[in-house]
């Protein structure tokens, strides 16, 4: 049975008779918070059921009923959007479908987005750089090429303006934004090179995010956050003894997928700890807990 069409669910819209419905769309349109957290709050206490009768309000010609109504099915939504994210995070191991980790976690914050669509504009960018980039040239020239495409033609760039941004930490805002922190950057730069095959993977530094080109030959050290710049090994070691930090080697093993997730939900967790937004950090500690089972 579909869940969306079970009798419980049925009679949960049920307790709302038209007459109920009409006085609460009514008192929706009242510009009164009190009335409205009142509203809100018996709305919501009827479960996800009456989510589909409000969406079909939420394009209603009172801007105010309107707007109240967009924020109620919102909560459904971002509600929905949490069971799933925290459901993958559970069910999934270390190698975890990264992409589509950050795709829900985008959810989480913003339930309306169309992961199709992000998808299918990475798919155009697999299709470009299939194009230009040659793949029997040196690593150091696939990667110019890379870089040229993302940081010059597409704009990516570092946010260092506003850093501690929440949306430069969800992927669907990075690729509206064109801008980021480092690890969501490298999200963008892994997601164009997992379509072209490339051996490129995530480098969790202290402090600091980093991709890393690998063959039997060479290992090419890459700053996305710095618009690709091009680090050795030498420079990782340098960077670390400036930022106060002892190097070790396990810093440069490439991180796993669960651990790159876990690491973009602890920064989110302390920008909303920062921001004292409570119910935020709660929300992203419960995904901590998740990822690190």
């Not at 069910?91 to 339930?111: A, M, V």
């Not at 379509?195 to 996305?224: M, S, V, W």
């Amino acid at each position: 049975m579909d869940p969306a069409k079970s009798p419980a669910k049925a009679s949960a819209t049920a307790e709302l008779s038209p007459s109920r419905k009409a006085a609460l769309l009514e008192l929706l349109a009242d510009d009164d918070h009190s009335v409205y957290r009142a509203i809100r709050r018996e709305i919501i206490s009827h479960g996800p059921a009456v989510r589909d009768w409000l969406a079909d309000h939420s394009l209603d010609e009172d801007p105010i009923r309107r707007r109240h109504a967009k924020a109620i099915v919102s909560h459904f939504d971002r509600q929905s959007a949490d069971h799933d994210f925290s459901a993958f995070c559970l069910r999934h191991g270390e190698d975890l479908n990264l992409e589509e980790g950050c795709w829900l976690l985008s959810r989480t914050r913003h339930p309306e987005i169309n992961i199709s669509a992000y998808r299918a504009l990475f798919d155009d960018y697999a299709r470009d750089l299939c194009d230009r980039l040659d793949f029997g040239a040196e690593p150091e020239g696939l990667i110019a090429g890379l870089n040229t495409y993302l940081f010059k033609e597409k704009g990516y760039t570092g946010n260092e303006d506003n850093y501690y941004d929440p949306d430069n930490s969800y992927l669907n805002r990075v690729v509206d934004n064109r801008t980021g922190n480092p690890i969501s950057l490298c999200m963008v730069y892994l997601a164009a090179c997992r379509r072209l095959q490339l051996p490129i993977t995530g480098i969790g530094l202290p402090g600091h995010f980093l991709c890393r080109f690998q063959n039997p030959r060479k290992e090419i050290y890459i700053d996305a956050f710095n618009e690709g710049r091009i680090l050795t090994k030498t420079d990782c070691m340098k960077y670390l003894k400036q930022a106060g930090y002892e190097f070790h080697e396990a810093f440069l093993i490439p991180a796993s997928p669960r651990r790159i997730l876990l690491r973009m939900c602890s920064n989110l967790h302390q920008i909303y700890q920062h921001e004292n937004q409570k119910g935020e950090a709660d929300r992203l500690q419960g995904y901590i807990v998740a990822l690190s089972k």
